[in-house]
């Protein structure tokens, strides 16, 4: 008798509406293409390059004011969405091959977006996101010989070689023109303001080009 209560009250506990394990058969039964929390998605999929609350790790903190400021909901959209071909930004809509639906896609587009805060770059305009007038690469290595030479070494071989190859690969031209224009403080690169003096359009878009030459350049000699 003794072990037909200890099993009945067993049987209850298993049944439970409260029981721990029922609570974890329902978690895990909501299907991946159904989570709809900004926090949860954003931690699977973009963290690990981008880091908690978008403040930059791998990659560019896509939650700081200056990134904010130069890419509007549609060009957010399309890199989720997307992806950067030939860069480690995989595409993440499922009509591309990933994951997340149209849906999802928005929730992340609209929770980044809420950590905008145009005011902390009062009364500085960035650079525009994408390139708007002919590039000059010639006057873009004079740029970075003034303004980016003392971590980069004058032809962007020191310490942080960003004309090694291997880099120059894995990124896209507008990336570079992405990572010159936002930095990345997390990894001690400042961004267009904090030099001699702030970048304009046209030095971001003449250094680009400078170092998209440095790309083909090597790309040439591999082939020779």
């Known amino acids: 008798m003794k072990y037909t209560a200890l099993s009945f ?3 209850l506990a298993i049944t439970s509406c409260d029981a721990p394990g029922r609570r974890a058969a329902e978690t895990a039964a909501i299907r991946p293409s159904d989570v709809a929390d900004f926090r949860l998605l954003y931690s699977q999929n973009c963290s690990g390059c981008h880091g908690p609350n978008g403040q930059g790790a791998l990659a560019v903190g896509i939650g700081r004011p200056v990134y904010l400021a130069i890419a509007d909901d549609a060009t957010i959209r399309h890199v989720i969405e997307e992806g950067r071909p030939g860069t480690a930004m995989q595409a ?6 990933g ?3 149209y849906t999802q896609i928005g929730i992340l587009v609209n929770g980044i977006r809420s950590w905008a805060k145009p ?15 002919p590039s000059d690469a010639t006057r873009g290595q ?20 960003i ?12 990336h570079l023109r992405t990572v010159i224009i936002t930095g990345m403080p997390h990894l001690g690169m400042p961004d267009w303001r904090s030099h001699s003096k702030p970048l304009s359009d ?6 680009v080009a400078w170092l998209a030459a440095q790309r083909e350049s090597l790309s040439a000699q591999l082939r020779h």
């Open 9 to 11: 009250i067993a049987l």
């Open 92 to 97: 993440f809509a499922q009509k591309a091959g």
């Open 99 to 101: 994951l997340l639906t």
């Open 119 to 133: 005011e902390a770059l009062l009364p500085n305009k960035p650079p525009a996101y994408t390139a708007s007038e």
């Open 142 to 161: 004079d740029v970075f010989k003034t303004h980016c030479f003392s971590c980069h070494d004058p032809n962007g071989r020191g310490a942080r070689a």
């Open 163 to 174: 004309t090694d190859r291997s880099y120059l690969n894995l990124v896209s031209d507008q």
């Open 202 to 207: 046209a030095d971001v878009t003449d250094v």
